[in-house]
T-cell receptor
Framework: GQNIDQPTEMTATEGAIVQINCTYQTSGFNGLFWYQQHAGEAPTFLSY????GLEEKGRFSSFLSRSKGYSYLLLKELQMKDSASYLCAVRDRSNDYKLSFGAGTTVTVRA | DAGITQSPRHKVTETGTPVTLRCHQTENHRYMYWYRQDPGHGLRLIHY???????DKGEVSDGYSVSRSKTEDFLLTLESATSSQTSVYFCAISERGGNTEAFFGQGTRLTVV
């Protein structure tokens, strides 16, 4: 199975940068996903990493190091609408390619 | 947005009663999933399906059963609801079980009293 850890809460100021870390342990890593979930809503896909390195998508970037079992999601130029929970999920080929999720990191953006 | 609809959106039921939640998709995706989301636990997989009449258990399947008689519909049944099954239930779909993203429904908030 997987052991996925991410911080419970983070707070940052509008316009700033926040980095959300995710560590995982898996026997058959097959990709890491980041999802955003606003309160009371469904998770929505943000990014996917399967190879080491940085993937950039506008204000959001995601990094992966498979050897370290580590990823981070970087949110730049924070806006109030970025206040949400951010979920790290790992796909494992030894677990029938099912997605396992971390408990999520709640980010609060303050003016 | 992916065409995925859950019903009902909210339900209150009594302990010991059967409950069925429905997930309907219009994307013709092969894979469908049921998750529950609880504070401090994140999303946990209950059951999933990789085709019509092909289903398998997730990590928290006890007390739940599923059925998929058509590509577009995936039903989750609580045979005899318990208070520990009070949760928010999400259905998700994906085109392949491998490297593609999953799309989530809006969720069903179930309260067992």
């Amino acid at each position: 199975g997987q052991n996925i850890d991410q911080p419970t809460e983070m707070t940052a100021t509008e316009g700033a940068i926040v980095q959300i870390n995710c560590t995982y342990q898996t026997s058959g890593f097959n990709g890491l996903f980041w999802y955003q979930q606003h309160a009371g809503e469904a998770p929505t896909f943000l990014s996917y990493n399967v190879l080491d390195g940085l993937e950039e998508k506008g204000r959001f970037s995601s990094f992966l190091s498979r050897s370290k079992g580590y990823s981070y999601l970087l949110l730049k130029e924070l806006q109030m609408k970025d206040s949400a929970s951010y979920l790290c999920a790992v796909r494992d080929r030894s677990n029938d390619y099912k997605l396992s999720f971390g408990a999520g990191t709640t980010v609060t953006v303050r003016a | 947005d992916a065409g995925i609809t859950q019903s009902p959106r909210h339900k209150v039921t009594e302990t010991g009663t059967p409950v069925t939640l429905r997930c309907h998709q219009t994307e013709n995706h092969r894979y469908m999933y049921w998750y529950r989301q609880d504070p401090g636990h994140g999303l946990r997989l209950i059951h999933y399906s990789y085709g019509v009449k092909d289903t398998d258990k997730g990590e928290v399947s006890d007390g739940y059963s599923v059925s998929r008689s058509k590509t577009e519909d995936f039903l989750l049944t609580l045979e005899s609801a318990t208070s520990s099954q009070t949760s928010v239930y999400f259905c998700a779909i994906s085109e392949r079980g491998g490297n593609t993203e999953a799309f989530f429904g809006q969720g069903t908030r179930l309260t067992v009293v």
